[in-house]
């Protein structure tokens, strides 16, 4: 159960896009169509961006897109707005029956 | 309105033990998987634990496994962890999740209690 592989930090101008990777294994993001985003500002809850793979929930901007290879998934965050500094996280269910998060990617907008 | 609030934490010393709570309210909760998740101060979201609506069907992260004990009460919408041999790295913000209906992703989250072991 190590935790999924996630650049430690990303930065992007207002107006770009950035792109956010997270990759695990055969037993996690392989095998299953089962991965989630969470963005989390300090000291804040997280809050759910994206779930299997590619589905946005209500209220959830498009400028959030994901797509998946293998085992690595990669968030797109297109139009970077100053709101969207924050942690952001992936989540994978996993073999056994578990989940595994990622280590967390810290996005600055400069 | 669907809401979690979780409540429980506090100081420990090492080797103790603390039970958790996280009290459900706005919908359903005998038919939602309750998770429980972690944040250690400056460090990464970690999944521990999951619980079926049937309150028996548990899972657990390697980490805190024979440690650290998942039940509910559907009878009083609540959610619990207990925690024993508690260690200085259990020190976290601890949050419950739902896990949304016949899916595989947690969609509302509580604000989370914190838990500081240390003697």
């Known amino acids: 159960q190590s935790a999924l592989t996630q650049p430690a930090s990303v930065s992007g101008s207002p107006g770009q896009s950035i792109t956010i990777s997270c990759t695990g294994t055969s037993s996690d993001i392989g095998a299953y169509n089962y991965v989630s985003w969470y963005q989390q500002h300090p000291g804040k809850a997280p809050k759910l961006i994206i779930y299997d793979v590619s589905n946005r929930p209500s209220g959830v901007s498009n400028r959030f897109s994901v797509s998946k290879s293998g085992n690595t998934a990669s968030l797109t965050i297109s139009g970077l707005q100053p709101e969207d500094e924050a942690d952001y996280y992936c989540?994978?269910?996993?073999?056994?029956?578990?989940?595994?998060f990622g280590i967390g990617t810290k996005v600055t907008v400069l | 309105e669907v809401q979690l609030v979780e409540s429980g934490g506090g100081l420990v010393q090492p080797g103790g033990s603390l039970r958790l709570s996280c009290a459900a309210s706005?919908?359903?909760?005998?038919?939602?998987?309750m998770h429980w998740v972690r944040q250690a101060p400056g460090k990464g979201l970690v999944w521990l634990s999951r619980?079926?609506?049937?309150?028996?069907?548990?899972n657990y992260a390697d980490s805190v496994k024979g440690r650290f004990t998942i039940s509910r009460d559907n009878a009083k919408n609540t959610l619990y962890l207990q925690m024993d041999s508690l260690r200085a790295e259990d020190t976290a913000v601890y949050y419950c999740a739902r896990g949304a209906y016949l899916a595989y992703y947690m969609d509302v989250w509580g604000k989370g209690t914190t838990v500081t072991v240390s003697s």
């Open positions: 619980i079926k609506g049937d309150e028996i069907t548990t």
């Open positions: 989540i994978s269910y996993a073999s056994s029956s578990t989940y595994v």
């Open positions: 706005g919908f359903t909760f005998s038919t939602y998987w």
